[in-house]
């Protein structure tokens, strides 16, 4: 019998779903004060590893074979990714350092606070060579100038390993790719046990960050690789298998912050989100329907637009008079009504055509 999970070439509605729940997700989690005193979302960091995971399965099924038969070279691969990810994470930056110069160093300064210096120092340098380069977290600085876009630096990092290794080697063996899942979830573990939400932003050898890209990257290579050979579930045992991975996902957002064996996060990251998106891969399931219904495909396109520009719309938002006449939680409310409807031009004004634009001025 087929394997029910689609080809290589086919699009993926509820992958697509996934970002724009995931995203709304870390959103919450970096804007909860706007709703309320307490935190709403207070695991939502892990949003970021779910998308590594998520960016593991799609990079691997659009690029590993290619790369292992030269069918892409470095040059194709590169400039299609950087399509992706820099024009919006450029565009993010500066968009972050004009509200701090115009809104928030002012208002800062009129009541005698001193504002951050963004940009300025002797250290200045440095940060706009490693920001241009989208390589701040193999340096001392693991958050750029817009904090979000620090794992936009770790996903161009770890996809050039990744064309690397395939391009030397043709393909990661399955062996490998376990080895560096378990090397760096124990490293993970040692210099944070507690929490993938990071504040190191160094250690000695090896940032921490750069191994939490790893370890999603890998798991989701592992994904793309067996994913055809998932067993044909019944409706009804897929119903029953999505219901419990939801209740089990209930139970630990309940769990979160209490006494637990390992920390709950590397439990979201090694055995949940896989499991989540594994099922989401079956396309006439419960979880599936729903991740691929026409609201959440929406918030998924403009995603990328929502994760990077909700830092920068915070500032803006929070240092604006125009947004003075709101409480909580109707302040949030109406953040989310300008944060989504800001993204969507963003994403259609400028994200898509600067993607097109950059792959066409490549070739």
Not at 45 to 58: A, K, P, Q, T, W
Not at 64 to 85: G, H, K, M, P
Request: one cysteine or more; proline letters at 6%.
């Amino acid at each position: 019998m087929p394997s029910p999970v689609k080809s290589r070439h086919e699009h993926i509605a509820s992958l697509e779903g996934w970002r724009g729940v995931v995203s709304l997700l870390v959103v919450n989690f970096h804007l909860y004060a706007l709703f309320s005193s307490q935190q709403i979302a207070a695991y939502g960091y892990l949003g970021v590893d779910f998308f590594f995971i998520l960016s593991g399965f799609i990079i691997a099924r659009r690029y590993e074979t290619a790369i292992a038969t030269r069918s892409i070279t470095f040059t194709q691969f590169a400039v299609r990714r950087l399509a992706r990810l820099y024009p919006l994470y450029i565009f993010s930056i500066a968009l972050f350092l004009y509200i701090n110069a115009t809104l928030v160093a002012p208002q800062l300064a009129a009541m005698g606070t001193k504002a951050i210096e963004y940009g300025k120092g002797p250290e200045t340098g440095w940060m706009v060579i490693v920001q241009l380069l989208m390589i701040s977290n193999i340096s001392d600085m693991a958050a750029p100038w817009n904090s979000a876009a620090w794992s936009v630096s770790v996903e161009w990092i770890v996809n050039l390993i990744f064309f690397a290794i395939i391009f030397i080697f043709r393909k990661i063996p399955t062996l490998l790719l376990g080895l560096a899942i378990i090397y760096c979830t124990i490293y993970l573990m040692i210099v944070s046990p507690d929490t993938l939400n990071l504040f190191l932003a160094t250690q000695p050898l090896f940032n921490p960050t750069i191994a939490r890209g790893i370890v999603g990257f890998s798991i989701g290579m592992l994904i793309c690789r067996y994913h055809h050979s998932f067993p044909v579930l019944t409706p009804f045992k897929l119903l029953v298998m999505e219901l419990v991975f939801m209740f089990a996902t209930w139970q630990l957002i309940v769990m979160h912050g209490k006494p637990f064996p390992i920390s709950v996060d590397y439990v979201f990251q090694l055995v949940l989100f896989p499991a989540l998106i594994i099922l989401s891969l079956y396309p006439n399931g419960l979880m599936s329907t729903l991740v691929s219904s026409w609201p959440f495909a929406f918030l998924g396109r403009i995603s990328y637009s929502l994760y990077l520009l909700h830092i920068p719309m915070v500032y803006a938002f929070q240092y604006s008079p125009y947004f003075d006449m709101y409480e909580r939680p109707v302040k949030g409310v109406v953040f989310y009504i300008v944060l989504i409807s800001f993204s969507t031009l963003v994403y259609y004004l400028f994200e898509k055509p600067a993607r097109g634009l950059v792959r066409k001025l490549s070739n």
